[in-house]
């Protein structure tokens, strides 16, 4: 069946450092695939999305682009923030299906 | 514009209680779907409703049940609850059944079971 694997947390960085958080995917066919975030008590917000082989998602200087070839859709951001602190969670989604997590990555941002 | 609307935010019930909850889904939008969040199994989907109708399910028992309102409004029931189900329960709102419109997701409700 369908299934996303994340890399494992906490990940703990300084401020200003390099992220990225591993995502790879298991599907048939061509998933639309999701970044999630989830700060403290809240609900999920989408943070970017990618729809074919090839896209390139991006927003507030994350970035995740989507590799077929390696059923891929790592997130990166070149430059971390506290503010930057929360659980992201790796999605994908078919037509007629459901949205299907990973297990979150926790990252940790200290200035 | 409003977001996607649950209630309550916070339920404590004992086990073997039944509790409902409720979801209100950004104006417009006609499809909502619920999921349950634990530290343990992490995001697991429950299932989704479109226009009143339940069109995707996913694999928990019958306690579980939902539906969904003219208005888009919608509720799930969970009865005869066990200590498990203790969870933040989200809902997610989208504007129809193209998986490119992606879903808003609400702040959820927080159930504990004792």
């Known amino acids: 069946g369908n299934s996303v694997t994340q890399m494992e947390g906490p990940v703990t960085l300084s401020e200003e450092a390099f992220l990225t958080i591993n995502c790879t995917y298991t599907?048939?066919?061509?998933?639309?695939l999701f970044w999630y975030v989830q700060y403290p008590g809240e609900g999920l917000q989408l943070l970017l999305k990618?729809?074919?082989?090839?896209d390139k998602g991006s927003n507030k200087g994350f970035e995740a682009t989507y590799r077929k070839e390696t059923t891929s859709f790592h997130l990166e951001k070149g430059s971390v923030q506290v503010s930057d602190s929360a659980v992201y969670f790796c999605?994908?989604?078919?037509?007629?299906?459901?949205?299907?997590f990973g297990k979150g990555t926790t990252l940790s941002v200290s200035s | 514009k409003a977001g996607v609307t649950q209630t309550p935010r916070y339920l404590i019930k004992t086990r073997g209680q039944q509790v409902t909850l409720s979801c209100s889904p950004i104006?417009?939008?006609?499809?909502v779907s619920w999921y349950q969040q634990t530290p343990g199994q992490g995001l697991q989907f429950l299932f989704e409703?479109?226009?009143?109708?339940?069109?995707n399910k996913g694999n928990f028992p019958g306690r579980f049940s939902g539906r969904q309102f003219s208005n888009s409004r919608s509720e799930m029931n969970v009865s005869t609850l066990e200590l498990g189900d203790s969870a933040l329960y989200l809902c997610a709102s989208s504007l129809g059944q193209q998986i490119n419109y992606g879903y808003t997701f609400g702040s959820g409700t927080r159930l504990t079971v004792v």
């Open positions: 999605a994908l989604i078919k037509a007629g299906t459901a949205l299907i």
């Open positions: 599907a048939t066919g061509y998933p639309s």
């Open positions: 409703y479109f226009s009143e109708t339940q069109r």
């Open positions: 990618a729809t074919k082989a090839d």
């Open positions: 104006s417009g939008h006609r499809s």
